[in-house]
């Protein structure tokens, strides 16, 4: 589910790095330019790598933030990654 934001992709590339950040996540790859961040969550108990891509687009109005998130390893995750996002957009709109 992506989020429209009234923020200029700059300022919402800015807040998504810092939401990222303070989630916890590992930044691999900031890139302004491309609207892209890419990152690593890695699980509590198991210790589990997910894949984590931020990207950040231009609307007439603003922004649009989409998120994706994925476990490298196995079927099932226990719903860490819809959670991981679900905290992520909520954070976004709180920043």
């Known amino acids: 589910m992506p989020l429209d934001l009234p923020d200029d992709t700059v300022a919402a590339f800015d807040r998504a790095e810092r939401v990222s950040r303070g989630l ?3 930044i691999v790859a900031a890139m302004p330019k491309d609207g892209r961040i ?3 969550a ?3 108990w198991f210790g589990f790598k997910d894949d984590v891509v ?3 687009r231009p609307q007439p109005a603003g922004s649009r933030v989409d998120i994706r998130s994925v ?5 099932g995750d226990a719903g860490a990654n819809a959670l991981r996002i679900r905290k992520f957009l909520e954070k976004m709109k709180e920043d």
């Open 24 to 26: 916890g996540l590992e």
């Open 38 to 40: 890419e990152a690593t």
């Open 42 to 44: 890695t699980t509590f």
């Open 54 to 56: 931020v990207r950040i």
């Open 71 to 75: 476990s490298r390893v196995g079927r």
